[in-house]
């Protein structure tokens, strides 16, 4: 599958310059193409210059509302990010359909960091503009939440999340989220380190979207999971996993055909779709799905199809409601990984929260106005009869 990425705001161009690494490792290792155009749309001068793999040019690190910004951002306003993105929606959408390889794209992928202000308020207009110029192709939302401190301490941050989650949904075909949490407490090495937390969100991608476009015969599947396939599974809601195997010491079975090898592996490939769904890019329960994906890679002589159907029977069971596509990708010498889809979540209590609490911070915001205006129709009713000296 060919992807155009564009990212918007800081976190989303940071993420999108990932892919953008992701599209030269799957041409320079693979011969393949994955990502046909990596763009960079932000009101910030500085973070746009912060960017590496991204092309350096203004047609692919794209500075939009230099009038009304002076190329410093929106201050997390994201009602004024939404705006700039909708007056300079033309501009982007030339420089991206003039993009070399554009005609091969599949489909969209628009990230961006839900708390912020370009990104979060760009991204649903964005989806929308592109929607009406493209009906033909899919256009995809990855939404990066908020850590829990910026929740707590940051005001703007639940409001900023809930308003570009609730637009997103309404535009795109679907929203991958990606808590940025989670990437905290799984591993405390990462911790504040951004660059580390973006690699581990793009890499699930890169076999993903490898698979279909292999052409090697020794590389195709018995089950190829090609574009349509992921498109097919693709709608509202979305959360990734991805979980990977260490390499198995050398000599620890005898050696070809050996009976221990043979449920070690069966053992191994349920171990690691174990761990991609115990690290969901969101936590959310399986069971909430109605849509899901998933994709083996591993060297061909630890894949067969018991081990496919082993856990295509274990995905069925903690997702029964889902439709359930798969697929198998071999390799010559990667480790044994899975990268496993659960879309079309009809619950997701992080989202939910977000809703909730909004909808409280207007109507107390509210109340508080209408209560300042109750008073200031007070002072106006009981000065009516003083003289003025004006
Ligand atoms: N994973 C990840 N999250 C990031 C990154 N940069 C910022 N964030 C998160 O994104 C949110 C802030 O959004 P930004 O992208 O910085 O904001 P922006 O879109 O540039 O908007 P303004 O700066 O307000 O104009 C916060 O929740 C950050 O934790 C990044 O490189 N990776
Ligand atoms: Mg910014």
């Known amino acids: 599958m060919k992807l155009v990425v564009i990212g918007l705001g800081q976190c989303g161009g940071r993420i999108a310059d990932e892919f953008a690494r992701l599209g030269i490792r799957a041409r320079t290792q693979r011969g393949i193409e994955i990502i046909t155009g990596a763009f960079a749309v932000n009101t910030d001068v500085a973070d746009l210059t912060g960017l590496v793999t991204i092309r350096p040019d203004y047609r692919h690190r794209i500075l939009i509302g230099a009038q009304k910004t002076s190329g410093h951002g929106v201050g997390k306003i994201n009602e004024l990010g939404a705006e700039i993105a909708r007056d300079d929606s033309d501009k982007i959408i030339d420089v991206i359909r003039m993009a070399e390889r554009f005609p091969e794209t599949d489909a969209f992928l628009l990230v961006a960091g839900a708390a912020g202000g370009t990104g979060s308020g760009a991204i649903p207009t964005m989806t929308q503009f592109l929607k009406e110029r493209y009906i033909e192709k899919p256009i995809y939302n990855l939404i ?127 171990h690691v779709m174990n761990k991609a769904i115990g690290e969901l890019s969101l936590q959310c329960n399986p069971a909430d799905a109605g849509r899901g994906l998933y994709l083996l890679s591993a060297p061909s002589k630890e894949m067969d199809m018991n081990l496919i159907k082993e856990l295509g029977t274990y995905l069925k069971g903690i997702a029964p409601e889902a439709l359930i596509r798969a697929g198998d990708y071999p390799r010559e010498k990667d480790s044994l990984n899975v990268i496993i889809i659960l879309s079309e979540l009809s619950y997701v209590k992080k989202i939910t929260g977000y809703f909730t609490k909004t909808i409280d911070f207007i109507s107390t915001l509210k109340k508080r106005r209408e209560g300042v205006e109750y008073e200031h129709r007070g002072i106006e009713e009981a000065f009516k009869d003083i003289p003025t000296l004006l």
């Open 144 to 270: 990066v939440l908020p850590f829990h401190h910026e929740e707590e301490t940051e005001g703007r941050t639940i409001y900023n999340a809930a308003t570009c989650l609730k637009s997103a949904y309404l535009v795109a075909d679907a929203v991958f989220l990606i808590d940025n949490q989670r990437y905290i407490s799984e591993d405390s090495s990462v911790r504040s380190n951004l660059a580390k937390i973006n690699a581990l969100i793009a890499e699930p991608f890169y076999n993903l979207l490898c698979a279909g476009e292999e052409k090697k015969p020794q590389y195709i599947g018995s089950r190829i999971i090609d574009a349509g396939d992921i498109i097919q599974t693709l709608t509202g809601w979305t959360v990734m996993g991805y979980g990977k195997s260490q390499p198995r010491p050398k000599g620890l079975f005898q050696g070809k055909g050996d009976f221990r090898e043979k449920a070690s592996e069966t053992q191994k490939g349920v």
